[in-house]
């Protein structure tokens, strides 16, 4: 397993990923068709992860199709105009360019309009159809470089290239790794490799990549919840060719009448004092690891009689509208226990206690791993 000591070669469309989080719209297109099983030389697992890890790819194109059903309650239409949960739902399309490390771009398309990301060298721009608008950031030396683990959770992978580097990163011995069924995924015969963890507490089953038998690229990404048979979220090309896309699909020419914005690069702030949590709390952490790590952080006040603090934490500038987190609070069903009191959110692979007194404790696991954590 020393192999997985290293991140996936294949880091590609990193500036994309967290602009799809905030990508609204969608298509319905349904979820993936299967196709005739073919029948393929036996390759072990430990022989697929090492495919995945020196695989070599000069440029691609294709069609990517994301589907989420993650079982979230009713109380999320609470979060008026919120793309995210948009994307936590629902069947989206995407266009993807890649050419080499420094030349990316991802169009979300929904029946409205579509979404842009487009990496040339140091130049990132995006580009939004509906409102004509467009920003450009100059990219630091270190852009290649990736984003954190944290940065990398908090953002929907784009493609089944991101979706499997960040599930390769996790593996540890608390997982099982084996050799699935093969496939066909976008007329390309692969294997799959199935990640399964060993922990009862964690929500996830199993995760399965579909990795194409002669490229060793990862065509196909699905997460199942336990107690299901249908993925909770997948991420697969429906067409893809190979060949290094023209140079042109990297230059943004902006249209007539758009709006651009130059950003400046900032420094990461990680390291700062004020921003090692996401409300700003340096106290935030982790507890346990592997497959049910929990994530405790603290609100900027407590949430007596389970109502919001007088000043809640807001999100980043742009990337959410103001939100009545009472009537949020209100929706959740009510829980205490040894550990305190608080609400509980439950979806099919990820749980989130608020409890009264100011803690936010979320994983991929089942409330009783949240309960245990808290009461530590």
Do not use: A
């Given at each position: 397993m020393s192999v997985l000591r290293s991140r996936p070669v294949l880091r590609w469309l990193v500036p994309a990923t967290a602009a799809v989080a905030v990508i609204g719209g969608g298509a319905a297109i349904g979820t993936f068709a299967a196709e005739a099983e073919p029948s393929l030389p036996p390759r072990t697992a430990a022989q697929l992860l090492v495919d995945l890890q020196t695989s070599r790819l000069e440029g691609l194109s294709g069609t990517v199709v994301q589907r989420a059903d993650l079982g979230l309650p009713p109380l999320v239409g609470l979060v008026p105009g919120n793309e995210l949960t948009t994307m936590l739902t629902g069947t989206h399309t995407l266009r993807v360019w890649y050419s080499g490390p420094d030349r990316q771009r991802v169009a979300l398309l929904d029946t409205l309009g579509e979404q842009d990301v487009i990496r040339n060298g140091r130049d990132l721009w995006t580009w939004q159809s509906r409102a004509n608008t467009a920003t450009h950031r100059t990219l630091s030396g270190d852009a290649g470089a990736g984003k954190s683990a944290p940065e990398a959770a908090a953002n929907l992978p784009a493609t089944p290239q991101q979706a499997a580097d960040l599930a390769l990163s996790a593996v540890d011995p608390s997982t099982e790794v084996s050799v699935g069924r093969s496939a066909t995924v976008a007329g390309q015969d692969a294997y799959e490799l199935v990640l399964q963890p060993r922990d009862r507490d964690s929500l996830v089953h199993q995760l399965r990549i579909a990795i194409d038998a002669k490229r060793h690229v990862p065509l196909r990404f699905e997460v199942l919840a336990k107690g299901s048979d249908r993925p909770a979220f997948e991420v697969a090309?429906?067409?893809?060719?190979?060949?290094r896309p023209d140079a042109d699909q990297f230059t943004f020419n902006?249209?007539?009448?758009?709006?651009?914005?130059?950003?400046?690069a900032e420094p990461p702030a990680a390291g700062k004092p004020g921003h090692a949590g996401p409300t700003g709390d340096s106290k935030a952490r982790t507890v346990g690891s592997g497959w049910t790590t929990v994530l405790v952080a603290r609100l900027d006040g407590p949430l007596t009689g389970g109502k919001a603090p007088a000043k809640p934490t807001t999100p980043a500038a742009g990337s959410a509208p103001d939100v009545d987190v009472s009537k949020l609070l209100g929706g959740l069903p009510a829980v205490s226990g040894d550990w305190g009191s608080g609400r509980l959110f439950t979806s099919k692979l990820f749980s989130v206690l608020l409890t009264d007194d100011g803690r936010v404790l979320a994983g991929a696991v089942t409330p009783e791993r949240l309960y245990q954590a808290a009461r530590g």
């Open positions: 090309f429906t067409q893809v060719d190979y060949r902006p249209p007539p009448g758009v709006t651009v914005t130059e950003e400046k």
